[in-house]
């Protein structure tokens, strides 16, 4: 089980917001950036969003990133097809001087 | 264009060694941490190790810690990972990626992956 709590899974018909919440601690979250990432299927993940909210390049603005205390989110706006994905938090652990990832939302497009 | 080009996945026996290698282009590698993620089949990401440009410094994920060894060759512009004392568990796909700016979870880069079976 990961330090960090996601959703298994989230769902969202095509133009709709969806949201997939990351849950930790204040060893983590609560004092370190936030990442996300995106992995389709057959492929290597992707850097969506680094340090809490910024976007890297080439990554269209319907992808947003927020942190609150120990509690991160991302949030999907206009949700399209291509965004059928498994989504993945992640942030340094200064207890466990390590990476952690979250467990992963798979996410549906209805 | 930044490239990785993972190598030396295999299957091995438990118990037995295996050296994964990433060679890096596109980028200065000398000034770039660089780490490993892996992922079992069917499962999720797990950061195993990382190191930084110069290779002074080091890190591992619990599970790996005291069998596993990353290192790096900056003439060669490669990361290495070296396994020892492989269980069923560390079946996975091994990316290497280069961190943004510090060690983990920063990945803007990863490779393609390379296979590692751990099985008699």
């Known amino acids: 089980q990961s330090v960090l709590t996601q959703p298994p899974s989230a769902s969202g018909i095509p133009g709709q917001r969806v949201t997939i919440s990351c849950s930790g601690s204040?060893?983590?979250?609560?004092?370190?950036?936030v990442y996300w990432y995106q992995q389709l299927p057959g492929t290597a993940p992707k850097l969506l969003i680094y340090r809490n909210n910024q976007r890297p390049s080439g990554v269209p603005d319907r992808f947003s990133g927020s942190k609150s205390g120990t509690s991160a989110s991302l949030a999907i706006s206009g949700l399209r097809s291509e965004d059928e994905a498994d989504y993945y938090c992640a942030v340094w652990d200064d207890s466990l001087s390590g990476a952690v990832f979250g467990g992963g939302t798979q996410l549906t497009v209805l | 264009e930044v490239q990785l080009l993972e190598s030396g996945g295999d299957l091995v026996q438990p118990g037995g060694s295996l050296r994964l290698s990433c060679a890096a282009s596109g980028f200065t590698f000398s000034s770039n941490a660089m780490s490993w993620v892996r992922q079992a089949p069917g499962k999720g990401l797990e950061w195993v190790s990382g190191?930084?440009?110069?290779?002074?410094?080091?890190y591992y994920a619990d599970s790996v810690k005291g069998r596993f060894t990353i290192s790096r060759d900056n003439s060669k512009n490669t990361l290495y990972l070296q396994m020892n004392s492989l269980r069923a568990e560390d079946t996975a796909v091994y990316y290497c990626a280069k961190d943004m700016y510090n060690i983990g979870p920063d990945f803007e880069y990863w490779g393609q992956g390379t296979l590692v079976t751990v099985s008699s």
């Open positions: 190191t930084s440009g110069s290779g002074g410094s080091t």
């Open positions: 204040s060893s983590n979250i609560g004092s370190n950036y």
